[in-house]
Structure formats: structure tokens, C-alpha cells
């Protein structure tokens, strides 16, 4: 077990870049992107791999499960990091997130292969597809699933005025 994604929480670079998040959405009153969010598209992403194996123990092209884990974990992180170059400066936050996520895994100590990994995953939750789909479950789209299904759409008192469509909008938990 490696845990690697741990170290990512006491990071110099993600805990400056979170506070500014956190500045810039303090008057936010719609979907936020601070820790909470970043841990539930991790445990939502999980739980789904989870599921999947238990079906197809060779789900994910068979990949150890300690190292989905530590890559699911480490993108949901870095996945909105971004979020505060984007309202600085307009950058597409998840080619920000991107940017920082390289600098942020290499101070982690992270193997070059799982870096590339975590960072395509990181781009495609907002971007165009990078890696190609694979057939059966796919990881890219679990996590893009998570990003949104985590929302508590059905209790959310901004719903009214959310620009997301109504029939995207999550009326129950699924994960
Ligand atoms: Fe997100």
C-alpha cells in the first residue's frame, strides 16, 4: 500500500492554491470546489472501482487496486485546483489544475508513469478525450461521472437559479 496521495494534503503549493479557492468562493452561493468536494469525487470515483472489480476482478486493465487508489485520489485532489488561476486569469481551470498537479506529484515523489496518468484524467474531466476509451469500465469516465453525481442537487437551496440543466440535476444519492 502506498498512500502516496497523502502527501499531497500537506503540500506548500496545493494548500495556497485551495486558500485562494477559498477566497475567490466565500460569496459563491453554487457548487463549491473546496476539499469537501475534491474528497467526494475521490470516495464516489473509488466506491465505483470498487463495484466494478467485484463483477470484473480485471477491470482497469487489472491495474493494483492500492495503485488505482492513489491515483484516483491524487486527481480528485488536483482535479479543481486550478479554480483560482481560472478566476485570476481565465484559464480553463482543468488546464491550470493540469499545470499544478505536475508540479504538485513531482514534490510527492510520484513515478513519472502515475503522473501522466493522474494528469490526463485531470484534463479530460473537462476537456476533450487524450487516452484512448477503453472497452468495459473506464476510469475517465467514472471520474467525470463522479464530478457531477456527488452533487446534492435535491437539497441544494440554489437550485432554482443553477445554470445546470434540470434533467442533470441530482435528485437522489447514488454513491
Ligand atoms: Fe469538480
Given amino acids: 500500500m502506498s498512500d502516496r496521495y497523502q502527501k499531497i494534503l500537506t503540500d506548500p503549493l496545493f494548500l495556497s492554491e485551495l486558500e485562494k479557492i477559498r477566497f475567490y468562493e466565500k460569496e459563491r452561493i453554487y457548487c463549491g470546489h473546496d476539499i469537501h ?8 470515483t473509488y466506491i465505483s472501482v470498487l463495484e466494478q472489480r467485484q463483477t470484473d476482478p480485471l477491470a482497469f486493465g487489472g491495474q493494483d487496486l492500492y495503485e488505482l487508489k492513489d491515483i484516483i ?27 499544478l498537479a505536475s508540479r504538485i506529484l513531482t514534490a510527492c515523489g510520484f513515478p513519472a508513469e502515475q503522473i501522466h496518468q493522474i494528469r490526463a484524467l485531470i484534463l479530460e474531466h473537462r476537456g476533450q478525450r487524450i487516452t484512448p476509451a477503453t472497452n468495459g469500465p473506464d476510469l ?31 435528485q437522489t444519492v447514488r454513491r
Avoid: M
Avoid at 468536494?37 to 464516489?44: F, G, I, Y
Avoid at 475517465?140 to 440535476?169: G, M, V
Fill in 37 to 44: 468536494h475534491l474528497l467526494d469525487v475521490a470516495r464516489v
Fill in 73 to 99: 485520489y491524487a486527481a480528485a485532489l488536483l482535479h479543481d485546483i486550478g479554480r483560482g488561476r481560472e478566476y485570476e486569469d481565465q484559464t480553463p481551470h482543468h488546464e491550470a489544475s493540469s499545470a
Fill in 140 to 170: 475517465t469516465q467514472l471520474f467525470k461521472e463522479a464530478d457531477k453525481t456527488c452533487r446534492l442537487c435535491f437539497i441544494c437551496p440554489a437550485a432554482d437559479s443553477c445554470k445546470w440543466d434540470e434533467s442533470t440535476k441530482n
